[in-house]
DNA sequence: CTTAAATAAAACCAAATGGTATCATGAGTC
DNA sequence: GACTCATGATACCATTTGGTTTTATTTAAG
């Protein structure tokens, strides 16, 4: 799908990222997540929609709860899109040190 | 400032993101980026003061023309944010590489 | 000095977002 | 079967966002 738009939507917003912190210590249900949160469930709900829509968790029933975990896809992605530019940073500094070979010369 | 929220939020948008693309071959003026988009120059302007609230592009005035270029400052904004999730990949990684060698002990 | 070009700034509009409260559903427990 | 409890789904509200058009403001060129 690598749809990084989501994914870098779904960062936008602090409590996401927050929710992800809480996610990264352990795996958590929509209504441990809300207890941390002044939030009402529903609130958050959508909020792990947001995340799951990017790929940032990924949720598996147990019993009658589901259990939300990180999942790397998403990570990933951006990840990959950063590395885009990385390799434009590496060509500004080699640029660059030509440049001041040149003039040293 | 590290408001990376600013920067997610910047790159949420795929006219955003192609805007970067298009900074990442050279530096470019408001209208010559608004002339490679169906869209006027004031939306794109738009665009560009949400990219530069991210760090990542900044602006010098050149004349009476502003020429916009890449700033790496928002780019390391997000790597930074993305070490500390690597480093818990790395260790979930190391904690499944500890189960399947206790299990095979 | 007048005029044109590039940008900035403001008012406005439709659509998406972050949140709430309310109702429906599905799994465990008695 | 009846009853909770965790979740899902929906309708609704205020605010933000992506876009337009229109109106300044600054700089270059005659």
Redesign the interface.
């Known amino acids: 799908m690598q749809d990084n738009?989501?994914t870098?939507?779904?960062?936008?917003?602090?409590t996401r990222?927050q929710i992800?912190g809480l996610l990264?210590r352990e795996e958590l249900t929509i209504a441990e997540v809300a207890s941390k949160f002044d939030m009402t469930r529903a609130g958050v709900k959508k909020h792990m929609i947001l995340l799951e829509r990017g790929n940032l968790i990924s949720v598996t029933p147990r019993g009658r709860e589901r259990l939300n975990r990180?999942n790397?896809e998403g990570?990933r992605a951006?990840?990959d899109w950063?590395g885009?530019?990385d390799n434009?940073?590496d060509e500004k500094l080699n640029a660059l040190a030509n440049v001041i070979k040149d003039e040293n010369k």
Chains 1, 2 share one sequence.
């Open positions: 738009i989501a870098f939507k779904a960062l936008g917003d602090p990222q992800l990264a990180l790397p990570f951006i990840t950063l885009f530019f434009f940073w």
